[in-house]
């Protein structure tokens, strides 16, 4: 395990220390001061209580799509549709807590919890079925299946269930409400930090647990590694890879909870913005473990906030290549030194 | 790798450290008023509303000699993240242009309310108040597109006219219904095609869907298309120079993104409110609650000078006209839906 962390702390680090270097050379590119560059960086996202409460925040979704296509990945399958799963289990969750106004928050909570991994899985239960049954392959299936969840649930919400003048739903009830950090404490108070990131940080570790402490866990780590083998010792490959697609598709499904229960507390449309397919980028950073997708999330995290704290100075498309380019470096990195091992 | 890291992390507080913070008493009276604008999700660049708005925050530039900066938000949740970056900086003035920003400007307004706040398009609930340190900047576009409707009815040889909204709100809605409403007033028999290009925020954003659109309603016979889309548009303006008609544009004046095929633009000046709300906070005479600017106010109209003068017949100008003074003079009554 500690040699595990460890190499994947190593990823992260060669990650962040990469990134660094593509932005500074962008900015001096760009004609802008790298100094001041940075120095803002530090003073308003680091050092920021709200720019690191948004940091936070932003990393909490990424945890749960994260974990969703790393768990999908270590079972050899791309779950390319984290983002339908996203909108799936957010819309649902929204759907249920509008209907049950009246429950107190010990109940509604872990309710509305449920239902949005519910609604995840219940995204990723047709592709898995295709998987299984017909060989699908599950990057086409999933893919489809996010154009149906967006353009679903953007008919809903305006066919049926929008304020007028506006592209969401109504407010859930209060009792829906997950507390932010800024009620604990002060030094967050407006940042859209909120206990969420304790569920995602959970549900990273029951991801590790469940992998790599269960019996279960080993034969879908088996599968990955070698569908064939573990066909021949008697692993039922295909029911793996059924349940293991819808696994995915729960947590992320989950994903909503951190816009939705944590911070405006109703369901917009296109609120996911692409926190899905950033999971696929998440996972990839992480070599697919789990607490690396804790920190490679918190990277992605920063530079979408360090994005925007410093739209003033540089333009935005510069964070944006900048992501791209540390996909980029994982990549090639990842590649050449697993040629060695 | 880690000490590499670590030389980066001692290099970056060290910089930190030498240039703190300027003290805030350093600000003098005289320094200039800093605005902080944050974008609508179309962005900077759709050659349309937002441009519009950041014209008159250059206008206010260079005419009040303000300073300002701009945030372009890539994702819902970094909305209230763009405004609450300029809210705890010292802009004193933050502009967010587009309806979308409603609840976003309520709960920064509300966290600062020091700060004066103007929201374009800012979305009204229905018995609900404005906070009183923002401003709500509404237009009639209604009354402008009437006038459209009546150009491009008289204009029209097919007597077959086309709209292609964005996305399909009560917003986008006001364009049509006057843009309908003016067509059947100059001329009953005219046909109007309408269509949407979703129902996202996307739909402001994908002129490949406008073209798709607009090629259609040709198919149909159209040979006026007025578009009310963003940057969705621009697709719009490519069907036209395709298939020879002509269209209309949006917001700004759109004649140089297809020179030739814009018969008019039907102007909401965002720029205008935008200058005027700087002005107001120049002269301290900032007051929350709601502006609306109609053609009376002179903050909606249409193009018509040297470059689309040939292209309107005079008898369609005529009739825009009279319905102009109808319109100001309150006596005709234009519907919004």
Redesign the interface.
Known sequence: MRALIKSEG?WI??A??LS?AVLLLGVVGLGRNP?LV??L????VL?SP?GLG?TL??TTTLIFTGLACALAFRCGLFNIGAEGQVYAGGFLMTAVGLALPGLPAVLLIPLLLVVSALGGGLWALLPGYLKAKRGAHEVITTMMMNFIA?ALT??L??ARFH??????TQELPAAASLPLAGAFARTFQ?S?VNASLLVALALAAAVWYFLWRTPLGFELRAVGANPEAARSSGVPVESRLFLILVASGALAGLAGVN?ILG??HYF????A???GFLGIAVALVAKNHPVGVVFAALLFALL??A???L??VIP?ELF?ILQSAVIFIVVICQNRLGEKA | MKRSLSVALLLIFSMTACRRPQPQAAQAASAPLKVGLVFDVGGRGDKSFNDSAFRGLQRAAKELGIKYDYIEPAEPADRENALRQFASGDYPLIIAVGFIFTDDVNRVAEAFPKKHFACVDYALEPGQAVPPNVVALKFREQESSFLGGVIAALTSKTKTIGFVGGMDVPLIHKFEAGYRAGAAWADAKVKVLVSYAGVTPQAFKDPAKGEEIALSQIAQGADIIYHASGSTGLGVFEAAREKHILAMGVDSDQYKDAPGFVLTSITKNVDEAVFQVIQRQLEGKFKGGVIELGLKEKGVGYVYDEHNKALIPARAREQAERARALIVADKLQVPFK
């Not at chain 1, 917009?268 to 609120?271: D, N, R, T």
């Open positions: 190593r680090t060669a962040a220390a660094l100094a940075l120095r960086m530090v003073s308003r050092l709200y948004q925040y932003k967006l953007n008919y919400v305006m304020v007028p003048e506006t592209i969401h407006g859209a816009f911070y405006k917009e449309q296109g609120f913005a692409e926190e979408s906030q994005g925007l704290a739209n003033t935005r944006e």
